[in-house]
């Protein structure tokens, strides 16, 4: 649930227009803090402008190597470095990288712009996927139960962003295993948030493990300081990543996991998954019982 969605506006405004949008921004401050809770901050997309120019801008955090930002605008006497939706990259932990620039067409007329954003964690790729068989993303010798499969109508719905993901049920402070080998982007731990409720969605704590074919393994709703690993760590198959939580937009102690590419325009497209059992590769589906075998 790394999606964001933000709407600003910038707007000429006459003197009245403005004390009204104060005291319209003074309300909109208060009933927000009554019920906000705090953002996924690995990366903030802002403007900054100079003169009449407009940057649309993202900033990383310490806690992320890789992210990948659209933004898409509504011009008025404006004109944009690229065409819109523009797709932009950051390749770095505490990285500036400016997006996309935005100029008055006419800078003695009125302009005005609205943009809007989403980011996902990772790159585009195009690679071509050979199938995988993944490891189940828990410790050798244990069973958990699929509490939601690839199309659970909870929210794996086919068609969107999470559609091929997969929930384990298991006890809040489970080791939670690499299910492929791969290279650390994101991690997130300071959460102690969560909840059945979507206002939760920014709030969960996560492993993403980038595989060398371009995918992103997702681990999420790990508990608060249960990370194992490092941003850029190398971790094989099999290791341990986390301990499994309940934080974030979560009805149950569970494991979410999900293998995911990014398209050239930044969508999160999921992948089917199968996992290494005794008996050979399966789907893990809902209400099935699964366990990784000590010998994998
Ligand atoms: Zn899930």
């Not at 828990?138 to 909870?154: E, I, M, T």
Request: charged residues 15%; aromatic residues 10%.
């Amino acid at each position: 649930m790394d999606l964001v969605h933000v709407e600003f506006n910038k707007m000429k405004l006459n003197r009245i227009q403005l004390i009204l949008l104060f005291v319209c921004l003074k309300l909109s401050v208060v009933e927000v803090s009554a019920a906000s809770v705090p953002e996924d901050s690995a990366l903030q997309v802002g403007v900054q402008e100079k003169q009449a120019q407009v940057v649309v801008f993202a900033q990383s955090n310490a806690n992320i190597l890789e992210a990948t930002v659209s933004v898409n605008a509504q011009l008025t006497n404006m004109s944009s470095s690229l065409p819109l939706p523009a797709v932009g990259t950051v390749s770095g932990a505490n990285l500036y990288a400016p997006i996309v620039y935005l100029e008055p067409v006419d800078s003695r007329q009125p302009w005005n712009y609205n943009y809007q954003f989403v980011w996902h964690k990772g790159l585009p790729s195009s690679l071509e996927l050979e199938p995988w068989i993944y490891q189940f993303p828990f410790a050798a010798g244990g069973q958990f139960s699929v509490s939601q499969g690839a199309g659970g109508r909870d929210s794996h719905q086919y068609g969107g962003e999470n559609e091929n993901a997969i929930d384990f049920a298991m006890p809040e402070g489970t080791t939670v295993c690499a299910a492929r080998s791969g290279l650390v982007i994101a991690i997130k731990g300071d959460s102690d948030l969560g909840g059945p409720d979507s206002k939760y969605e920014q709030c969960a704590n996560y492993v993403v493990v980038k595989h060398n074919d371009g995918t992103y393994a997702n681990y999420m709703h790990l508990k608060r300081n249960g990370l194992l690993v490092k941003l850029g760590q190398v971790v094989q198959a099999g290791e341990s990543l986390a301990l499994s939580g309940n934080t974030g937009y979560s009805t149950e102690p569970h494991l979410h996991f999900d293998v995911y590419r990014l398209t050239a325009s930044n969508e999160r497209k999921t992948v089917p998954l199968r996992f290494q059992t005794r008996g050979g590769p399966v789907e893990a589906l809902k209400g099935q019982f699964y366990w990784r075998d000590s010998s994998q």
